[in-house]
C-alpha cells in the first residue's frame, strides 16, 4: 500500500526514475527540526507548505543563507493559484509580511500561527489541476531564479492566476520593513564560525563574536523561552531555555510551562540565565543567528555554523551524448548548462511540492532537495500525482 509512506521518499524515488544523473537529499523532517546550513548550497528553493506557520519557519530558514525562494499556494475551490518571490535580502518585500507582525504580537510569542484548517482539523481542499495549475507558475519562476531561462524573476510580486476568471495578474507585495520573519538575518556581513565554538559557553560564544549587552540577537530557528510560569505555585521566571529543556520550578520543584516564546533577544536580558551554558543550549552544527548592535551603532553581523547534515545521493555520471539526443527538444532558451551547476530545494511534497517535482524532475538539475514531514494518506491519493505513479509500479 502506498498509503503511510513518506511523501518525500515518494518524490525522491520520481526524481530518480526521471533523471538518473541528479543528487538528491530527501529529509522526512520538519522545518524547525532543520538548520539554515541545510539550505546553504542552494542556487533557489520552491516553498509548497501548507500552513502559515510552515511559511513563516521557512522563510527564516531561507533568509539567513540568502536563498532566493518562490512560495506557492492555491485555494481549489475558487480555483485560484498564486505565487510569490523573496530575493531573501534584508529590504525586500515577502509573503509572512502581511500577516505576522500583529498576529504573532497577539500571540504573545514568537512562532507562526497554524492556518485555519489546521485548527479545526480539516482536510485542505485540492485538486491535480490546481496543483500543476500553481506549480506551472512557481516553475517558470524557480527557472528565472536561477538563471536558467533569460527571463527576470518577479521578484517581490505575487502572481495570481485566476483559471475560473481566465487572468494572469501580478501585484507588488509591500516592503517587509517590521516582518516578524526577521529580514535581518539576511543584513550585514556574514561571518563562519568554526565548529569548535559549539563545545564552548554561550557568554564565551557571544563575545567572540562581538556581542554587547545592548546588543540583540536573533536566533534564524529555534524559540527559546523568554517567561515561564510554574503550574503549581505559579511564580514566574526568564530561563532563556529551549521549551523541551526546561527545568523544575526553583521555588518549589514544579514543572514550569511556557508563556512567552522569543527568537529575538537583548543579550543583557538573557545572559544571566544562559551565559554560562553550553552553545549547544540554543545552537546547533549548521545553526545561524544575527547580532544587531543598538540602532545607529554598526551593521548586523550574521554569525554561521557549517552543517553537519547527511551527504547528498550522487546520480550517474553526466553522459554528453545521451545528453544531446535526450534534450534536444528543450526550449532554446534554456540554458542547459546552467541547469547542470544548479541545486534546487522543494519544501513541502505535497499536491504542491509533487506536482512541481513532476514537472521540474526531468531537467538535469546537479541537485535536488527534498523535505516533508508527513506520509500519504488515503485523502492525499486523489490529488497527489506521485503517490498515483507510485501505487501503479509498487
Same mark, same amino acid.
Given at each position: 500500500?502506498? &498509503?503511510?509512506?513518506?511523501?518525500? &521518499? ?6 530518480r526514475?526521471a ?6 537529499k ?14 546553504a548550497?542552494l542556487d533557489a528553493?520552491a516553498?509548497?507548505v501548507?500552513?502559515l506557520r510552515? #511559511?513563516?519557519?521557512a ?6 543563507p540568502r536563498?532566493a525562494?518562490?512560495?506557492l499556494?492555491?485555494l481549489a475551490e475558487?480555483?485560484? &493559484? #498564486?505565487a510569490?518571490v523573496s530575493?531573501?535580502?534584508a529590504?525586500?518585500?515577502?509573503q509572512?509580511d502581511a500577516w505576522?507582525t500583529?498576529?504573532? $504580537?497577539r500571540?504573545?510569542e514568537?512562532?507562526?500561527?497554524p ?9 485542505f481542499p ?5 496543483g500543476?495549475?500553481a ?5 517558470q519562476?524557480?527557472? $528565472?531564479l536561477?538563471?536558467?531561462? #533569460? ?8 502572481i ?5 476568471r481566465?487572468?494572469y495578474?501580478?501585484?507588488r507585495?509591500p516592503? $517587509?520593513a517590521?516582518?516578524?520573519a ?7 556581513r556574514?561571518? #563562519?564560525?568554526?565548529p569548535?565554538?559549539l563545545?564552548?559557553?554561550l557568554?564565551?560564544l ?7 549587552a545592548d546588543?540583540s540577537v536573533?536566533?534564524a530557528t ?6 515561564a510560569a ?12 529551549l521549551?523541551?529543556?526546561l527545568?523544575p520550578?526553583a521555588?518549589?520543584?514544579g514543572r514550569?510551562?511556557a508563556?512567552?516564546?522569543?527568537r529575538?533577544?537583548r543579550?543583557a536580558?538573557a545572559?544571566?540565565a544562559v551565559a554560562p ?7 546547533r552544527?549548521?545553526?545561524a ?9 554598526g551593521r548586523?553581523t550574521?554569525c554561521?555554523?557549517?552543517?553537519a ?7 550517474a555520471p553526466?553522459?554528453?551524448?545521451a545528453?544531446?539526443?535526450r534534450?534536444?527538444?528543450l526550449?532554446?532558451?534554456?540554458d542547459? &548548462?546552467?541547469?547542470?551547476a ?8 505535497g ?6 517535482i513532476e ?9 535536488i532537495l ?5 506520509v500519504?494518506e488515503?485523502c492525499?491519493?486523489p ?10 509500479t509498487?
Open positions: 500500500m502506498i &498509503a503511510g509512506r513518506a511523501k518525500a &521518499a515518494i518524490a525522491a524515488d520520481y526524481v526514475r533523471n538518473p544523473w541528479v543528487e538528491i530527501a529529509l522526512e523532517a520538519d522545518l524547525e527540526d532543520l538548520t539554515p546550513g541545510v539550505f548550497d528553493v516553498v509548497a501548507d500552513s510552515s #511559511r513563516f519557519v522563510t527564516r530558514q531561507l533568509l539567513a536563498v525562494h518562490v512560495d499556494a492555491v475558487p480555483w485560484l &493559484a #498564486r510569490s530575493a531573501a535580502v529590504d525586500a518585500p515577502c509572512v505576522s500583529a498576529q504573532l $504580537a500571540a504573545g514568537d512562532v507562526g500561527i492556518c485555519a484548517a489546521a485548527d479545526t482539523g480539516e482536510v485540492s485538486t491535480l489541476a490546481m500543476h495549475a506549480a506551472a507558475v512557481g516553475a519562476q524557480l527557472l $528565472a536561477t538563471g536558467v531561462i #533569460r527571463e527576470r524573476p518577479r521578484v517581490g510580486q505575487e495570481r492566476l485566476d483559471l475560473l481566465g487572468t495578474e501580478a501585484f507585495l516592503l $517587509a517590521a516582518c516578524a526577521d529580514h535581518v538575518l539576511a543584513a550585514g556574514v561571518e #563562519r564560525l568554526d569548535s565554538y563545545r564552548a559557553s557568554g564565551a557571544m563575545t567572540a563574536c562581538g556581542a554587547e546588543t536573533v536566533l529555534r524559540a527559546v523561552v523568554a517567561l510554574c503550574e503549581a505555585c505559579h511564580e514566574s521566571t526568564a530561563p532563556y531555555l521549551p523541551d529543556a527545568e520550578c521555588a518549589c520543584g514550569l510551562a508563556v512567552r516564546r522569543v529575538r533577544l543579550w536580558e545572559a544571566p551554558r553550553a552553545a549547544t543550549t540554543w545552537l552544527p549548521g545553526d543567528f544575527a547580532l544587531v548592535p543598538p540602532a545607529g551603532a548586523a550574521l554561521a555554523f557549517p552543517t547534515e547527511p551527504r547528498w545521493q550522487p546520480g553526466w553522459d554528453e551524448a545528453a544531446r539526443e534534450f534536444a527538444r526550449p532554446r532558451s534554456f542547459l &548548462a546552467r541547469i547542470r544548479c541545486r534546487i530545494g522543494v519544501l513541502g511534497a499536491h504542491l511540492g509533487a506536482a512541481l514537472q521540474i524532475a526531468p531537467l538535469p538539475w546537479k541537485g527534498i523535505v516533508d514531514r508527513d500519504i488515503p492525499n491519493l490529488s497527489h500525482p506521485l503517490a498515483t505513479r507510485a501505487g501503479e509498487a
